[in-house]
């Protein structure tokens, strides 16, 4: 298994991808299907980080053992700061235990409310049986999230794709976009780094902030017990990219990267993103809790 370098000291690609999402959430993919995908892709670190759950690690973990990757257990927690909706990675060495453990159950009592708020404004627009038909697309019990409604309105017919839902109904601002159930930044935060975990702000520049409130959201973030960002997500511009690798390494907070996959044939895949910028930003994999996934043996991290 290739080791992960101390540094990012070059624009180059990284064996690594600690941002995915499986079938536990509102990914595409089954945890098995996905770190077998991640094999493929060449990956030999990952995570898997579902919305509000961890559901799907003990599988992943079975999964990554007999691929020979190195898992890291993880989720991606919807919080509010300042009356915007922020997403942040837990990548939790230890698994779900502590504080997450009731964190976790508070979140999904929220989502179901949420759903249940997204519904009722989607019926209003002309989703008539909304809970019933995202729940159809979900194929499952899980908590319902908004790709799950953007599914529904496609197949009624409402919008032509699930781009076009999020732009009408289900982005920020719009009818389905429901915030008001979230736990404060700092409060998930706490959750996070109370229970042995590293609390990542999730693609920071997708929030829609100017530098400067990009920058007080990392100042709360920390004084919070936030430890790093996520310095790539996906496909970014390489100046603005490196604009954010000033502000972390400035603050001394970790940089992370991934993909923030969901499905095979969106912009996305395993361990598919822009190239990381030289930066004196230390890696996650740098933090010490996390330091032992850079040697660590396949299968899920801090389990023998």
Avoid at 13 to 34: F, I, K, Q
Avoid at 106 to 134: F, P, S, T, Y
Avoid at 204 to 228: S, V
Wanted: hydrophobic share 45%; glycine share 10%; charged share 20%.
């Amino acid at each position: 298994m290739p080791l992960l370098p101390p540094t990012f000291y070059e624009d180059r690609r990284y064996s690594v991808d600690l941002h995915m999402h499986s079938t536990a959430s509102d990914g595409a993919l089954s945890p098995t299907e996905l770190v077998a995908l991640s094999a493929q892709r060449g990956l030999s670190h990952i995570a898997l980080t579902d919305h509000d759950t961890m559901a799907g690690i003990e599988e992943a973990g079975v999964a990554a053992q007999a691929e020979g990757l190195c898992l890291v257990a993880g989720c991606e927690l919807s919080t509010q700061w300042r009356g915007v909706s922020i997403h942040m990675v837990a990548l939790m060495p230890g698994g779900l235990r502590g504080a997450l453990v009731e964190g976790l159950n508070h979140q999904h009592a929220a989502r179901v409310k949420r759903a249940e708020v997204i519904a009722e404004r989607l019926e209003k627009a002309g989703l008539v049986d909304a809970l019933a038909k995202a729940r159809a697309q979900a194929g499952s019990d899980r908590p319902l999230g908004r790709p799950d409604f953007a599914r529904a309105l496609v197949a009624d017919g409402l919008v032509p794709d699930w781009a076009t839902a999020f732009k009408r109904y289900l982005g920020s601002g719009k009818k389905g976009d429901v915030k008001m159930h979230w736990p404060s930044l700092s409060e998930a935060t706490a959750w996070v780094v109370a229970s042995g975990g590293v609390a990542v702000v999730a693609h920071p520049l997708r929030h829609g902030l100017t530098r400067r409130k990009r920058g007080m959201l990392l100042d709360d973030f920390m004084a919070a017990g936030g430890q790093g960002a996520e310095l790539v997500s996906g496909q970014q511009n390489p100046d603005v990219t490196r604009d954010l690798a000033r502000q972390l390494a400035e603050r001394e907070l970790y940089a992370s990267v991934g993909s923030d996959f969901h499905f095979p044939g969106s912009h996305a895949a395993p361990g598919s993103f822009s190239t990381v910028p030289r930066t004196a930003a230390r890696p996650i994999w740098q933090h010490p809790r996390l330091a032992h996934m850079v040697a660590a043996p396949p299968g899920l991290l801090g389990v023998e």
